[in-house]
């Protein structure tokens, strides 16, 4: 969801800017495992390499997310639930953690990516297609 927002070119685009425009207005608390921080980074270096946005631009885009005041809570993921999930679900290890942190908090995991929210159609992780969000 991050990188929809951050990212003009991404189809959910618009849809990403009015979820960040509800957590600045203070009606959304937004929380993420802590591979949000790498996952992030990675996301903007590849789409810099890929000329989606200038270089330049990536340390202002990474100040207006940390404004965003994403709480990172201190809950431990242990290796062997986010396995089973990985497993269960086939799900990526970074998905993972996203899935399990938005199940043990009883939170929606608002995600731009498709395949994971068909990966978890029918588990017991609320999850929410960024593409069903209103655009304003």
Not at 111 to 136: F, I, K, M, N, Q
Request: hydrophobic letters at 45%; proline letters at 4%.
């Amino acid at each position: 969801m991050v990188l929809a927002w951050l990212l003009d070119d991404e189809e959910f685009h618009r849809q990403a800017r009015a979820v960040a425009d509800d957590i600045a207005e203070g009606g959304l608390e937004p929380v993420a495992a802590p591979n949000l921080r790498f996952e992030l980074r990675h996301g903007l270096v590849r789409a810099a390499r890929r000329g989606r946005l200038a270089w330049t631009t990536i340390g202002r885009r990474l100040v207006a997310v940390e404004a965003m005041a994403i709480g990172v809570p201190a809950v431990a993921l242990e290796d062997e639930p986010l396995l089973k999930l990985c497993h269960r679900r086939s799900l990526g290890w970074g998905d993972a953690h996203h899935a399990l942190l938005a199940r043990r908090l009883g939170r929606p995991l608002v995600t731009a990516d498709r395949r994971l929210v068909d990966h978890l159609s029918g588990s017991d992780v609320w999850v929410e297609w960024l593409g069903d969000r209103p655009t304003e």
